[in-house]
C-alpha cells in the first residue's frame, strides 16, 4: 500500500467519516512514511459502512474477511484495507465492538485528529490512541518500529 494508494482512497471516500490507524496512522502523525504498509487500517462511522462499502468496491475492492461487528477486510488485486466500524456518543467518544462481548475498544472524542501524507492534510488517530491499540499482545518488528515512532511523537507511555 503506497502513500498515493491512501491518498486514492481517501479521496475516493471524500463525504463519509474515515481515521486512518495502524502504521499508515503512525506515519500520517510523524508526517512521512516510516517504513512500507501491506495495508491501510480506517476506521469509519458505523451508519455509513454501506456507503464505503459501495464507494470502495466501484474502485475494485471486495470483502475477504468478516469478523463483523469487530472489523473487515475489503482487497483488490495488490491492496487491503482493515476496516473497523465505530458507533459515535454525543460527546464526540466512539466504540468499536471487540470479540470479548461487553469489552468494547473505546475512542475519546480526542484521539481524532490529522496527520499528512505527502502533504496532504488525512484523518487519523492520535499518538496516545495508536498507542493505547498496541497493547496486550506481543509486539512484531513493524509494531516495535511503529511504537518508536509514536516515543518520538510525545505518545504517552510507550
Not at 486514492?8 to 463519509?16: K, M, V, Y
Not at 502504521?23 to 480506517?42: E, K, M, S, Y
Request: glycine share 10%; hydrophobic share 40%.
Amino acid at each position: 500500500m503506497t502513500a498515493e494508494d491512501v491518498l486514492e482512497i481517501l479521496a475516493a471516500l471524500r463525504g463519509t467519516d474515515v481515521w486512518i490507524g495502524g502504521g499508515w496512522g503512525v506515519d500520517a502523525l510523524v508526517g512521512r512514511q516510516t517504513r512500507p504498509h501491506d495495508d491501510l487500517d480506517l476506521m469509519h462511522r458505523e451508519e455509513q459502512e454501506p456507503r464505503v462499502v459501495e464507494t470502495l468496491a466501484a474502485l475494485g475492492f471486495a470483502e475477504t474477511l468478516s469478523w463483523r461487528p469487530v472489523r473487515f477486510v475489503l482487497a483488490d488485486a495488490a491492496r487491503e484495507i482493515d476496516l473497523h466500524p465505530l458507533r459515535f456518543a454525543v460527546d464526540g467518544s466512539a466504540e468499536q465492538s471487540s470479540l470479548t462481548p461487553g469489552e468494547p475498544f473505546r475512542y475519546p472524542a480526542s484521539c481524532f485528529v490529522t496527520g499528512t501524507i505527502l502533504g496532504t492534510e488525512v484523518p487519523c488517530l492520535s499518538a496516545e490512541q495508536q498507542v493505547y491499540f498496541h497493547q496486550g499482545y506481543e509486539p512484531r518488528e513493524r509494531d516495535l518500529h511503529d511504537l518508536a515512532q509514536l516515543r518520538k511523537l510525545g505518545g504517552g507511555r510507550v
